[in-house]
């Protein structure tokens, strides 16, 4: 893989007891698909060290879900990420394949998804962690989409009262981030009230054209819509990762890898 580069964005966070006591940044990791930048991903853990994050944001794919799995790497990620900041992970399609092919296995500890959790992450899986951070009270949530939301030539409808149906109702004077892997459903998520979501799974569109953006989708649609970036609607933002790896198809133009940054103010 071509090296990473880091993107920040600033987040501005509004409202009466929903802004932090002071700035903060938090990292997002996206579609890594158990790639590896240095020895056990020093120079990704020396980029992330040099931020001081107080919190690390996982939006899926950083293993790779074949008949043979890939994720000694992710793996490894996770355990070291866990022993320095909290780490709030949901699901990407990747992910939920693998989680679907251990279902019935008769060892737990095969399971990626129980290997995480023992490291420490907070696997949110349709599901919501609260906390404080810089006395902001925040809530993160995680959506984790059935597969058939990633299917090939074919775009199932979501709207809000469906992510409501997976996640309950944004909880009222909190700070909701939304983890959701799939960002093209960016409307639904804003209008169910996310006021941050955090995405990945475009990879940028693999070849970026200027003034056009990404070509190409995982589902290969093109000119995929929030591809890479951050996107504002409703007074709602979205953040799209590039991602930090690539699997199947080993394309990247004018499109490096990526980590984000998030400045919090």
Not at 14 to 41: C, I, K, T, W
Not at 130 to 146: A, D, K, N, Q, Y
Not at 220 to 247: C, Q
Request: with cysteine; charged share 25%.
């Amino acid at each position: 893989m071509p090296e990473f580069k880091l993107t920040r964005y600033r987040i501005r966070t509004e409202g009466a007891g929903r802004s932090p006591a002071q700035p903060f940044s938090a990292v997002l990791l996206s579609d890594m698909h158990n790639d590896s930048y240095g020895n056990a991903n020093s120079r990704l853990l020396q980029a992330i060290r040099s931020e001081k994050p107080e919190a690390v944001f996982v939006t899926g794919d950083m293993l790779t879900a074949t008949l043979e799995p890939q994720r000694d790497s992710a793996l490894a990620l996770m355990d070291q990420l866990t022993k320095e900041y909290p780490v709030y992970y949901v699901n990407g399609n990747h992910e939920s394949k693998e989680k679907k092919r251990t279902a019935d296995s008769a060892d737990a500890r095969e399971s990626y998804s129980e290997a995480i959790r023992g490291y420490g992450v907070h696997l949110l899986e349709n599901s919501c962690v609260r906390t404080e951070i810089r006395r902001m009270p925040v809530t993160i949530w995680g959506l984790e989409l059935p597969l058939d939301y990633y299917q090939r030539f074919r775009r199932m409808p979501l709207g809000a009262e469906q992510v409501a149906e997976f996640l309950g109702v944004p909880d009222e004077g909190r700070y909701n981030i939304l983890l959701a892997h799939q960002p093209l459903y960016f409307d639904a998520y804003a209008r169910w009230g996310a006021d941050l979501t955090l995405s990945g799974h475009l990879h940028g569109g693999l070849v970026r054209l200027p003034y056009l953006g990404g070509v190409v989708s995982p589902q290969f649609s093109l000119f995929p819509r929030y591809d890479r970036g951050l996107y504002t609607k409703y007074g709602r933002k979205l953040v799209v990762s590039a991602g930090l790896g690539g699997h199947s198809v080993l394309i990247r133009v004018n499109n490096p890898p990526e980590l984000v940054v998030l400045d919090f103010t």
